[in-house]
T-cell receptor, first 113, second 114 residues
């Protein structure tokens, strides 16, 4: 069964450093998403991406964040200068036509020191 | 805008007892509804979903949920819980606008005691 994969599973970085979180969505999907879950809290929407551009972004997704689909398979989230409060689990998701169900990856735990 | 309210932040229950985790949603358009389970330090696992059709949906691990459009609810139930059901449960909605983003509730911590 096809699944969304994410790498790395855990990333530790120093405050102010850039990080890139990688996702491989399900191959025939068209819509891509990033979500964040701070420890002990709910899952929050960051951004959606379709047809090589951002469809919608939340207020969390400020200028420090960017997304890219550099080739036909990867979908990346970049944080330019990490802050302590960026420590969280980041989930990638993808969906097909009709976007009526999203398939979530296993997540990347980002720890900013 | 859409929103999700999980009415109980914590639900303690004894093993083999029935359980109901409550979820209400708000949306001005049609929605799709989901329940996810999250075990400690793990990702989201889909329990069940309502896309259309029968309002009673069955999922994995013996869980089921009923979509009630008039009450805008999607409560999760299990007739007899096990210790291994101890986890965090999230209700989520997707509306057929907003590029299909998921909106999650705050979560309910289910603790099953022996």
């Amino acid at each position: 069964e096809p699944e969304v994969t994410q790498t790395p599973s855990h990333q530790v970085t120093q405050m102010g450093q850039e990080v890139i979180l990688r996702c491989v969505p399900i191959s025939n999907h068209l819509y891509f998403y990033w979500y964040r879950q701070i420890l002990g809290q709910k899952v929050e929407f960051l951004v959606s991406f379709y047809n090589n551009e951002i469809s919608e972004k939340s207020e969390i997704f400020d200028d420090q964040f960017s997304v890219e689909r550099p080739d036909g398979s990867n979908f990346t989230l970049k944080i330019r200068s990490t802050k302590l409060e960026d420590s969280a689990m980041y989930f990638c998701a993808s969906s097909g036509l009709g976007y009526n169900e999203q398939f979530f990856g296993p997540g990347t735990r980002l720890t900013v020191l | 805008a859409q929103s999700v309210t999980q009415l109980d932040s914590q639900v303690p229950v004894f093993e083999e007892a029935p359980v109901e985790l409550r979820c209400n949603y708000s949306s001005s358009v049609s929605v799709y509804l989901f329940w996810y389970v999250q075990y400690p330090n793990q990702g989201l696992q889909l329990l069940l979903k309502y896309l259309s059709g029968s309002t009673l949906v069955k999922g994995i691990n013996g869980f089921e949920a009923e979509f009630n459009k008039s009450q805008t609810s999607f409560h999760l139930r299990k007739p007899s819980v096990h210790i291994s059901d101890t986890a965090e449960y999230f209700c989520a909605v997707i509306s057929n606008t907003n590029a299909g983003k998921s909106t999650f509730g705050d979560g309910t911590t289910l603790t099953v005691k022996p």
